[in-house]
């Protein structure tokens, strides 16, 4: 066997250690009856799916986001909860992020 086969070979055999050793399942919550069943696994903040983009504020207090338009300029949005929040199309929307805390809703 040559040096980069042994190389290649040890690799193989630790990927296939580590699928072996990774868990079978995951557990989620139920996601919110409004937002799509991936949002429960997302993190805080903007994601997007394969149509919709979203912002997930896991704050309690309301909030304003800058939202970066693909075309256009970027404008800004009030959040005022916890939870998350269809911001537009993915093709419209590039990202968004926290401005400032708002007034109350």
Same mark, same amino acid.
């Given at each position: 066997m040559t040096k980069h086969g042994a190389i290649l070979s040890g690799a193989v055999l630790l990927g296939?250690?580590?699928?072996?050793m990774a *868990?079978?399942?995951a557990v989620a919550a139920p996601a919110a009856a409004s937002a *799509?069943?991936?949002a429960s696994i997302q993190v805080c903040g903007f994601y997007?799916?394969?149509?919709?983009?979203?912002?997930n504020h896991c704050g309690d207090? *309301?909030?304003w986001i800058v939202v970066d338009y693909a075309s256009g300029p970027n404008q800004y949005r009030q959040i005022c909860g916890r939870g998350v929040t269809d911001i537009g199309g993915a093709?419209?929307?590039d990202?968004?992020?926290y401005s400032h805390p708002a007034p109350a809703c």
């Open positions: 296939a250690a580590l699928t072996a *868990p079978t399942a *799509p069943a991936s997007e799916t394969h149509a919709t983009a979203y912002y207090a *309301p909030i093709g419209a929307v990202n968004a992020w």
